[in-house]
Structures are given as structure tokens and as C-alpha cells.
């Protein structure tokens, strides 16, 4: 079975500060995991996806991600937050049935002046 | 990147009445359209699985006598909301996927029953 855990529905950085937003997921498949971003009355967004290869993922807007088989986490982080960063992200994982995504419960991220 | 439309971004309706939404891939082929419900401040509900040309697959406590999905070509998919109540007023979103394994979404229509 697929799920993801994202701790911290809400995370509050101040600007230029490092973010960091968790992302646990039990599998029981090999992994495709992926983080959007959603802003206000908008759609989802892909920022990153890890499939397979390198372990740590870059994607747009400065976050990255690092794949942990072992910690079983897609933790997103990006050195200096910016005020434009303010949303909701999610992680997601595909499921067994390629076609099915388990999102976790979201993290509001705040971006303090 | 890909891109996915839907139509209408928001859209307000009477009680009993029906709503069908597009959901349109615009430079790629979807295989596979999904669709969403989202409540406010919460993640996203999976609601169904269409495939084109075939009927589409509901998730569990999902009737699919009231929200009905055509997914009549690879990049059109819709979703109608019939007979809409109060309680049907959501934002509903769909995403699409080719042949890779990412899934698109698209903005999202904001439904209002009154």
C-alpha cells in the first residue's frame, strides 16, 4: 500500500531563511515521488519528481528534494525563501496501479519579512 | 511543460440543476484524466479515474450516478455534476497523464450551489 506523511500542516521561515518541508511515504513498490505546489484558488504545480538515478532531485524555483530509501523521506528544502514561496505544497507518491497518486495532507508554508 | 486547461474556473448554480466541467490537454495526449475534489484547506480527494474510450473508475463513496465523467478523446475529459446541492460546492481539479509518469493539472473550477 501507498501513503505519505507530510509533518507540519503549517511552516512559518523567515525571508532568506532555509526551508525545509517533510515528506514521509511507505511503499510498496519502488517509489515515484513528487512534490507541487499549489497557490491560492489555483491548480497543483509540479516543482520536482524523483523516478529513478540520482537521488538528490532539483527542481524549479530553487528547491530540491533528496530521495532517503532508508528514511523512507522526500524531505523539499530551498537555502533562502522568498516571499513568492508562500503556499501549500504537497508530496505525492504513485501507486501500485501506475496510475494513482497518494497526496499527503499539505504544508501551508509562511513567509515572514 | 505541459499544459492543462479546465472550464469554467468558477462557476454558481442553482440547487437541482447540472454543471458539467471541461478538462482539456492542450499539447499532449492524455491516456489517463483524473479528477479531484478539493475542500478548503485540505488535500485532494481523488474522485475518479478515466481512461479514453473506456467508463471511468470511482473511488469508494464516490456516486457515479451524480458525478459523471466522459473521457470521449485523449485530450478532453468532463466532469458533470447533476442535480447539484449545496453540499457539491467545492473546488474540483483534474489532472492528465500521457505516457510518462507524471501526472498535470490543470487551475481548478470553483463550484458554488446556492
Known amino acids: 500500500a501507498q501513503s505519505v506523511t507530510q509533518l507540519g500542516s503549517h511552516v512559518s521561515v523567515s525571508e532568506g531563511a532555509l526551508v525545509l518541508l517533510r515528506c514521509n511515504y511507505s511503499s510498496s513498490v519502488p517509489p515515484y515521488l513528487f512534490w507541487y505546489v499549489q497557490y491560492p484558488n489555483q491548480g497543483l504545480q509540479l516543482l520536482l519528481k524523483?523516478?529513478?538515478?540520482?537521488?538528490l532531485v532539483k527542481g524549479i524555483n530553487g528547491f530540491e528534494a533528496e530521495f532517503k530509501k532508508s528514511e523512507t523521506s522526500f524531505h523539499l528544502t530551498k537555502p533562502s525563501a522568498h516571499m513568492s514561496d508562500a503556499a501549500e505544497y504537497f508530496c505525492?507518491?504513485?501507486?501500485?496501479?501506475?496510475?494513482?497518486?497518494?497526496f499527503g495532507s499539505g504544508t501551508k508554508l509562511n513567509v515572514k519579512p | 511543460g505541459a499544459v492543462v486547461s479546465q472550464h469554467p474556473s468558477r462557476v454558481i448554480c442553482k440547487s437541482g440543476t447540472s454543471v458539467k466541467i471541461e478538462c482539456r490537454s492542450l499539447d499532449f495526449q492524455a491516456t489517463t484524466m483524473f479528477w479531484y475534489r478539493q475542500f478548503p484547506k485540505q488535500s485532494l480527494m481523488l474522485m475518479a479515474t478515466s481512461n479514453e474510450g473506456s467508463k471511468a473508475t470511482y473511488e469508494q463513496g464516490v456516486e457515479k450516478d451524480k458525478f459523471l465523467i466522459n473521457h470521449a478523446s485523449l485530450t478532453l475529459s468532463t466532469l458533470t455534476v447533476t442535480s447539484a446541492h449545496p453540499e457539491d460546492s467545492s473546488f474540483y481539479i483534474c489532472?492528465?497523464?500521457?505516457?510518462?509518469?507524471?501526472?498535470?493539472f490543470g487551475p481548478g473550477t470553483r463550484l458554488l450551489v446556492l
Open positions: 489532472s492528465a497523464a500521457g505516457s510518462g509518469e507524471t501526472q498535470y
Open positions: 505525492a507518491v504513485r501507486g501500485y496501479n501506475f496510475n494513482k497518486f497518494y
Open positions: 524523483y523516478t529513478t538515478g540520482a537521488t
